[in-house]
């Protein structure tokens, strides 16, 4: 089945500074790789998504690539501010209604102000 | 639109006991996925269901189980407790399946075994 690592663990930045955050995963037949940021207490919440046919998708201080190839895709954010403090998790799934997503482990980033 | 509602919010448990868990999907979603959050693990995918159908089911034993009703709510149940379930239990909704689109979470439930 599908692996998705995911790196850093914990992440500290300074306010303003720009931060990333790296998934790899092992099946080349996914397709699909959403980011979901979690609040501490509050459900994940999806930030952005990338589909197998694009390579880059931004969304104000939020990008994320995909690199097909190298079968890994990352998050960054710009200019962080201290709400930007969560834990954010990859996923990565491939078409079919008998998939299932599968989630990186997890990244907690910390803004510093 | 109302949201996806997990109840309860909290529930402690003791060894050995049952539990049953209720996620009720955004309205017109069809599809309900439940998933484990522990510290250091992630979210691990335990099943799906779509139109009362299970379509996909994690490594998980079968002590896990689920339904899901025609309203397209869906219940976990989770038999013979064990101190290492303790964990936020969440169900996501969507319209066509968890593999393809944005997930809506609930809040998740808090589940402690003592």
């Known amino acids: 089945g599908e692996n998705v690592e995911q790196h850093p663990s914990t992440l500290s930045v300074q306010e303003g500074d720009s931060a990333v955050i790296k998934c790899t995963y092992s099946d080349s037949a996914s397709n699909y790789f959403p980011w979901y940021k979690q609040e501490l207490g509050k459900r994940p919440q999806l930030i952005i998504d990338?589909?197998?046919?694009?390579g880059e998708k931004k969304d104000q201080r939020i990008a994320v690539t995909l690199n097909k190839t190298a079968k890994h895709f990352s998050l960054h954010i710009t200019e962080t501010q201290p709400e930007d403090s969560a834990v954010y998790f990859c996923?990565?799934?491939?078409?079919?209604?008998?998939?299932?997503?599968?989630f990186g482990i997890g990244t907690k980033l910390q803004v510093i102000p | 639109k109302a949201g996806v509602t997990q109840t309860p919010r909290y529930l402690i448990k003791t060894r050995g006991q049952q539990v049953t868990l209720s996620c009720s999907p955004i309205?017109?979603?069809?599809?309900v996925s439940w998933y484990q959050q522990t510290p250091g693990q992630g979210l691990q995918f335990l099943f799906e269901y779509f139109s009362e159908t299970q379509r996909n089911k994690g490594n998980f034993p079968g002590r896990f189980s689920g339904r899901q009703f025609s309203n397209s709510r869906s219940e976990m149940n989770v038999s013979t407790l064990e101190l290492g379930d303790s964990a936020l239990y969440l169900c996501?909704?969507?319209?066509?399946?968890?593999?393809?689109?944005?997930?809506?979470f609930g809040s998740g439930t808090q589940l402690s075994v003592l």
């Open positions: 309205s017109g979603h069809r599809s």
């Open positions: 990338i589909r197998s046919n694009v």
């Open positions: 996501a909704s969507s319209l066509r399946g968890a593999q393809d689109e944005k997930l809506f």
């Open positions: 996923a990565a799934s491939k078409p079919g209604g008998y998939q299932k997503v599968t």
